[in-house]
């Protein structure tokens, strides 16, 4: 069964749906051949959940704790295994993105669901101690990076918050927090979690969320791209897996569709695409499209998601030095880049001024560091066929790396951009535009042309000079409001909140199963907060030293998830060592990894 298909289209994209997998065809097709076995599968998460409900929050959180050092464990299994699945050299200094965006990330999020979980225990909420703050229409705001010391330092110079949704009170906040964890014997079934097929961390940190913030044990249907996950998996999550809490299985379609629909199963949550994701609601084929007219979905019980979208980098025009153009250039390439450019939130589109003297220079850096990234297979099915579709929409592209499958797609003048901002590439597929004006001007058409042109709500980009963003004062946070994504990163990626455990993940709210853009509910959010809306990740401009000789108070050399960062693998591997067991005395090797970027 397909979870994330290699288009993963919006719904109304006006591009089609590349089905280069099989996806689930929802009770149209025969039971799988395993359907006793999948039968008996679900009853051993039955009894599971029975154990979980008995399951005082001290005895849950020893439970963590396991994990936690089974994971650690089985790290550089993990590590390998993933390695494996997306053919990519071991040797190379990308193996880092694995160590980052696998272990390193679930780890941490281990860390932060125990602390959760202690602060309910003893009657707190787990942001007693969080000073909140306000954004613009009242809401409140929940700090989550830095979550600790250990982070204010490992990640110097990165700030995330989380807004709540208009109308709630700093008390309301405080109190509500805490989810599942405050109704522990409330549980709710067995979920089917529909494993992503790009990121190692997501089916983990999913199954993870759904056990403590919604008490649900877990059905983990791998995408078959992942299918060589499973022992990994095994290994890491053997405490989960022997209390019943979690299973573990492989499968096409046949699986999948059979899965969705068995009674026996109380929710669903998917990663993948709005096609994929219409399908197990409605059905296949046109008996699907006729339910969807009619209102009338197949599937009997709820489902979470989160679909992808078309990522927006909106550029803020200024006077930029040689050597910003160049590391912002380096960014922006690593926002489309990062795992072959197969992430939901790869930055698809930078959006430029018209106004800006600099955007030739800018382009030409953003071409020299597409070009020279380091070369990597192809991995992801369908994706040379997505590229070919690019070059077919838009003859002009530039192609670009060593052998021609990097598209940069200028679409400043008076080509049509409608295909590129309506379909969701999910390959190394880079378009730029262009908008009039400058300042605020610049911004809020910038924001308006996100909002209603883009496909999709789950992560959007700005970069900008610190004194740019200053000067613009109550302005540029208005138009942070009026940005309807589920996270915002100024001056950093949105990758960075996905790596914040703290930090809720998802579209932003408001979709329904007709219209599901990038999906439904959020998911990490080890904090546990109710009723979110959106994390505001703010980074730094420029990079340790330079940040300081330009009054930016940040130690962060060149991030480790860059794609150009030469000590990339050590400094990813050292991160995962230091959330497997956080130290002090761990600190300098880390420090001395990534300067070498």
Known sequence: MTTTEPAKMNSGSTAPAHLSEPVPTSGNVEDPKNARELDAVIAELAAGEKTWAQMALPARIKLLGRTHASVARAAEQWVDAAVKAKNLDPDSQLVGEEWISG????????????HSLSAVAAGE????KAKLGTAPGGRVTVPVLPANAYEALLLHGFTAEVWMKPGLSANEVRSNAGLGARRPKETDGVGLVLGAGNITSIPPLDVLYELIAHNRVSLLKLNPVMDGMLAAYTAAFKPLIELGLLRVVIGGGDVGGYL?????????HITGSAATHDVVVWGAGDAGRQRKAANTPLLDKPITSELGGVAPVIVMPGRWS?????????HVATQRLHNG????????????????PQKEEFLQQLREAIAEAPSRAPWYPGSDLRVGQASTSYPKAEKLGANGMRLLVDIRADEDASTMLTTEYFSPVLGVIELPGTGQAFLDAAVDSANTEFVGTLGANILGQPHAIKALGAGFEEALARLHYGTIAVNAWTGVGFLTSGAPWGAFPGHTLEAVSSGIGVVHNAFLLDDTERTIVRGPFRPFPRSFAHGEFALFPKPPWFVSARSAKKTGRLLAGFAAKPSWAKMPAVFISAFRA
Request: charged share 10%; glycine share 4%.
């Open 103 to 114: 272990p390193y990330i679930v780890l941490s999020s281990l860390l932060a669901l125990q």
């Open 125 to 128: 909420s787990p942001i007693a």
């Open 260 to 268: 969705a629909h068995n009674p026996a199963i109380s929710h669903v």
């Open 322 to 330: 040689k050597a910003d153009l160049k590391f912002q250039a380096q």
């Open 341 to 356: 450019g197969y992430n939901c939130i790869a930055g698809q589109i930078v959006v430029m001024s018209k106004d800006w």
